[in-house]
């Protein structure tokens, strides 16, 4: 079945340094959504990304998704204390039996020390 | 107000017992899911429907049942066959086509005593 990976499973970074986050899928996906949880909290949605190779800003915030709409990584440049958090991406099957299933990674888990 | 409301917040369970959480929206969503989250760990999908009266095992269905009678509602159902059930259920709803954002309810936490 569908499955997606997520590395590395913990960060820890000095506030200022940059942070990545990688997404594999073990199938192709329709499109890729990154969604942050804070402690405590529920997932929400970052961005969704839908063509190949396509790359998104948000601030301080890079999303690729690769050429073979497989895998994705999220990019944060000078963290912040306010990054803080569980990152998850997460993709809906492109077609077959895994159409319209949701499968979340396992996320990474980011800690931004002052 | 649109969104996706979970209730209760807190469940308390003795063993052998089965509870039902609820999951409504008010999103026109077609799609809705509920995943597990335990300590420390990411998002497993239980269940997943795409329409009502219609509905698909997820990764870790066992134990657990669903009910899809109305678009607005994903009822999940844990039941005494569910070993370990101590967790975090978060049920989301999303569109199946465009912009397929999941929306997420506030989480109930369920423990067994």
């Known amino acids: 079945g569908q499955q997606v990976m997520q590395i590395p499973q913990y960060q820890h970074v000095q506030e200022g340094e940059d942070f990545t986050t990688y997404c594999n899928s073990s199938?192709?996906?329709?499109?890729i959504q990154w969604y942050k949880q804070r402690p405590g909290g529920h997932p929400v949605f970052l961005i969704q990304l839908v063509k190949s190779g396509e790359v998104k800003k948000q601030k301080r915030l890079t999303f690729q998704f690769g050429e073979a709409k497989k895998n994705s990584s999220l990019h944060i440049t000078a963290t912040q204390t306010t990054d803080v958090g569980t990152y998850f991406c997460?993709?809906?099957?492109?077609?077959?039996?895994?159409?319209?299933?949701?499968?979340f990674g396992q996320g990474t888990i980011l800690t931004v020390h002052p | 107000d649109g969104g996706i409301t979970q209730s209760p917040k807190y469940l308390f369970r003795k063993e052998g017992q089965n509870v039902t959480l609820s999951c409504e929206q008010n999103l026109n969503h077609d799609a809705m899911y509920w995943y597990r989250q335990d300590p420390g760990q990411g998002l497993r999908l239980i269940y997943y429907s795409q329409i009502v009266n219609d509905f698909q095992k997820g990764d870790i269905a066992e134990g657990y049942s669903v009910s899809r009678e109305k678009k607005e509602s994903f009822p999940l159902t844990v039941t005494s066959a569910q070993k370990n059930p101590t967790a975090f259920y978060l049920c989301?709803?999303?569109?199946?086509?465009?912009?397929?954002?999941?929306?997420f309810g506030q989480g109930t936490r369920l423990t067994v005593v």
């Open positions: 989301a709803s999303s569109k199946l086509r465009g912009n397929t954002e999941a929306f």
């Open positions: 199938t192709t996906l329709s499109n």
């Open positions: 997460a993709g809906p099957g492109a077609g077959g039996t895994s159409y319209g299933k949701l499968t």
